[in-house]
């Protein structure tokens, strides 16, 4: 079993919808990224949240990490092409590092 | 910002033959160093964790006499995949963790290893 679970694990879309990844956890962390992966390349940082109930904007991006620290979300505003990859969250509990199961997205022009 | 490079990008090898992978870490100190699997379109899979210094600490279910980690600086760690076979092809990336922002990992851009 994954400590961290992503869903949902494919999404593929049209151009300019919107989309939310959700990942979820009973365990708490002292803080968690967001990575996001093109196919041959290794993750790329997107964002680190370490305070509950936070909320972090990155252009058409939206983080948000759980009042209780367990989970997090991930929305994206008018989808374009170039947000086609696979996003991983991943998540810190002070002693090790773990990384959600991840979600493939493909969006369609 | 911080820089994580890994050598060689791709390669094919003969079954039986051992592959070394070089991470390093360019522009800092690394504390820790990970390597990790990763199949098609799956998460990344945690095979051991490495300090400078030390001996890794493998996960459960990797074998530490094939997967052999050597961190010999803190910006070098090499993993080494002894009498590769066709099943160990995959992609593997090393993270590093920089001292001065222990929380956040930064990754390489991984190796394709292909064995025949």
């Known amino acids: 079993t994954q400590l961290l679970e992503q869903s949902p694990q494919f999404l593929s879309i049209q151009e300019g919808e919107n989309l939310t990844v959700y990942c979820n956890s009973s365990?708490?962390?002292?803080?968690l990224q967001w990575y996001r992966q093109e196919p041959g390349e290794g993750p790329v940082l997107l964002v680190t949240?370490?305070?509950?109930?936070e909320v972090k904007k990155l252009k058409r991006l939206t983080f948000q990490f759980g009042d209780a620290r367990k989970d997090s979300s991930l929305h994206i505003t008018a989808a374009q092409p170039g947000d086609t990859g696979l996003y991983l969250c991943?998540?810190?509990?002070?002693?090790?590092?773990?990384f959600g199961t991840g979600t493939s997205l493909t969006v369609i022009p | 910002g911080a820089v994580v490079s890994q050598h060689p990008s791709r390669v094919i090898c003969k079954s039986g033959t051992s592959v070394k992978i070089e991470c390093r870490s360019l522009?800092?100190?690394?504390?820790?160093m990970f390597w990790y699997r990763q199949f098609p379109k799956q998460s990344l899979m945690l095979m051991a964790t490495?300090?400078?210094?030390?001996?890794?600490?493998?996960e459960q279910g990797v074998e530490k006499d094939k997967f052999l980690i050597n961190h010999a600086s803190l910006t070098l760690s090499t993993l080494t995949v002894t009498s590769a076979h066709p099943e160990d092809s995959s992609f593997y990336i090393c993270?590093?963790?920089?001292?001065?922002?222990?929380?956040?990992?930064?990754f390489g851009p991984g190796t394709r290893l292909t064995v025949l």
């Open positions: 993270s590093a963790n920089s001292r001065a922002v222990t929380d956040t990992q930064y």
């Open positions: 365990s708490v962390f002292s803080s």
């Open positions: 949240v370490v305070t509950g109930g």
């Open positions: 991943a998540g810190d509990t002070g002693n090790q590092f773990y």
């Open positions: 522009d800092f100190q690394a504390t820790t």
């Open positions: 490495s300090n400078e210094g030390s001996k890794a600490t493998y």
